[in-house]
């Protein structure tokens, strides 16, 4: 069983930054890859960032490449994702997901995600 529970999401104004972290249970946490994803009201939950499980490859959607930045810290069973440059349109609930069956992380449908946080409140103010 894994559990995620995500932290650090909050209210920032556009322009300014953001880090979220997600803390995993267990101790297999380098088992498997993990994965962002956001949900903005009236939207689809839509796929943000991943990430390997050593941590040497990560994969971002096009209007995060440049601004988001997504790293783990397997001693810490943590994974984060650093926000910069953020807009009004990045308003939304974030997740973090891991998935044991993962090998190729540019994959980003999330159902190929196993296990999923409860997700924090991001807010963007123009």
């Known amino acids: 069983q894994v559990q995620l529970v995500e932290s650090g999401g909050g209210l920032v104004q556009a322009g300014g930054s953001l880090r979220v972290s997600c803390a995993a249970s267990g101790r297999t946490f380098s088992s498997y890859a993990m994965g962002w994803f956001r949900q903005a009201p009236g939207k689809e939950r839509e796929f943000v960032a991943a990430?390997?499980?050593?941590?040497?490859?990560?994969y971002y959607a096009d209007s995060m490449k440049g601004r988001f930045t997504i790293s783990r810290d397997n001693a810490k069973n943590t994974a984060y994702l650093q926000m910069n440059n953020l807009k009004p349109e990045d308003t939304a609930v974030y997740y973090c997901?891991?998935?044991?069956?993962?090998?190729?992380?540019?994959?980003?449908?999330?159902?190929?995600?196993?296990?999923w946080g409860q997700g924090t409140q991001v807010t963007v103010s123009s």
């Open positions: 997901a891991a998935g044991p069956r993962i090998v190729d992380v540019t994959t980003t449908s999330e159902k190929l995600y196993d296990y």
């Open positions: 990430i390997s499980r050593s941590g040497i490859t990560t």
